[in-house]
């Protein structure tokens, strides 16, 4: 057999047909590569390019979003740089971007405001279709403490937790006393109104409030208050007192307030002149002058009376004119109030101060005679005027009760 048969009879290499000799050009020739496939029409169309890149421009946002939002939410809840604690104030109507530059300005925190404005308005619900169920930062003064996040300012202004400040307001101050005290708050804000509420009907007591609250508000307040109390107490009341209406009752209350300011005498005081209305006598009260004379400014600091101040004519002076006067002459407490309600039971018709801040009582002009005696020995000892007594006069300016029939 031939050399070129069994040349013929080799297999196929690698399955591509059998092996064909060439000649040496031949073989030194580049092979011709194969031109790549042909992209379908679809996968050419101008649509399908741009969908790819809307998607992959999507999937960088969302990348790049998630990131932002995870920078975010991180710093937002961050301890912040605040060394110390410090007071930080919402004005009332103040929004989230006015708060937001408010906070970094006071370098409470440190961050891009915007990311505090922006966190916060996602945890309040700004961006919920449902505009009831988004919540609000409450105006007022916060405390924020030292190196608070933003997580922590926000539900701070959330709650309306704020600080509470407190005014005094102790009993027998007449409204213009009341008034200008609540003038000289400077954590109050407001005008006093005009027309100033009626003697007696401010209730004496100690208001919180936040600052920025109006001063109208606080007089409101006190007004409900005190209405409130003398409605309670006027319903316990003593049926047999000769007092008829609740402006009597509060009329005689203040009095008894600016008589004494101890607890437990409050009732005997009420038992003098609940006596003596009885009676028909004249309450003859010291308090009662100096309102007919100074009004709600009170009497100016040092000024006495005087023995002709109980003569001058006032509707006022109790001294001259007989039973209540017109008005209260001061915002009554509640003990005040109670006493004049369910007073003692006594026969005393008169009292003078003891000397130790307390009062003694009698029921007789003799025994107040005596009484008065000795307080005006121990006035002369203490250098002190002893021209008008504290409480009820003596001698020919006394009054004696009228024969019983």
């Not at 050399?3 to 011709?32: C, F, M, Q, T, Y």
């Not at 930080?88 to 109507?93: D, K, L, Q, T």
């Not at 404005?117 to 449902?130: P, R």
């Amino acid at each position: 057999m031939s050399d070129s048969s069994h040349v013929n009879d080799l297999p196929p290499a690698n399955g591509r047909g059998r092996i064909i000799p060439k000649s040496p050009n031949e073989a030194l020739k580049p092979e011709r590569v194969p031109d790549p496939p042909r992209r379908s029409k679809k996968a050419r169309s101008q649509l399908v390019i741009f969908l790819n890149f809307v998607m992959t421009m999507v999937v960088a946002i969302c990348l790049i979003g998630a990131a932002v939002f995870y920078y975010a939410l991180s710093t937002y809840q961050q301890p912040g740089p605040l060394a110390a604690n410090t007071n930080f104030v919402v004005r009332e109507g103040a929004g989230l971007e006015e708060i937001a530059n408010s906070l970094a300005r006071n370098e409470i925190i440190d961050s891009d405001p915007r990311i505090f404005q922006y966190v916060t308005a996602v945890q309040l619900g700004y961006f919920s279709g449902d505009r009831s169920k988004r919540r609000s930062l409450k105006s007022g003064e916060y405390e924020i403490k030292a190196h608070a996040s933003m997580q922590d300012i926000a539900n701070l202004l959330e709650s309306g937790k704020s600080i509470l400040h407190s005014i005094s307001m102790p009993e027998g101050l007449t409204v213009r006393q009341m008034m200008l005290r609540l003038a000289e708050d400077p954590t109050l804000e407001g005008d006093i109104p005009a027309e100033l509420p009626a003697e007696g009907t401010l209730r004496p007591d100690t208001y919180k409030f936040s600052r920025g609250s109006k001063r109208a508000d606080i007089i409101q307040q006190m007004r409900v208050a005190q209405q409130k109390l003398i409605d309670q107490i006027w319903e316990r009341r003593d049926p047999d007192l000769p007092i008829k209406t609740k402006e009597e009752f509060v009329i005689l209350a203040s009095i008894v307030e600016k008589e004494t300011g101890k607890e437990d005498e409050r009732a005997h005081v009420a038992s003098v002149f609940i006596n003596r209305l009885q009676r028909g006598m004249r309450l003859q009260s010291d308090p009662t002058i100096i309102y007919g004379l100074f009004g709600g400014e009170g009497k100016p600091a040092g000024r006495p009376i005087y023995k002709s101040d109980l003569a001058k004519p006032t509707p006022y002076n109790t001294y001259q004119i007989k039973g209540l006067p017109p008005t209260p002459i001061a915002n009554p407490g509640r003990a005040a109030l109670e006493a004049v309600a369910n007073p003692w039971r006594t026969k005393d018709l008169y009292f003078v101060a003891d000397g130790t801040g307390g009062h003694v009582f009698a029921a007789t002009l003799e025994e107040h005679n005596a009484n008065v005696r000795r307080w005006r020995r121990l006035e002369a000892e203490r250098a002190a005027n002893p021209e008008v007594v504290d409480g009820q006069p003596d001698g020919d300016e006394a009054e004696k009760p009228p024969k019983s029939n």
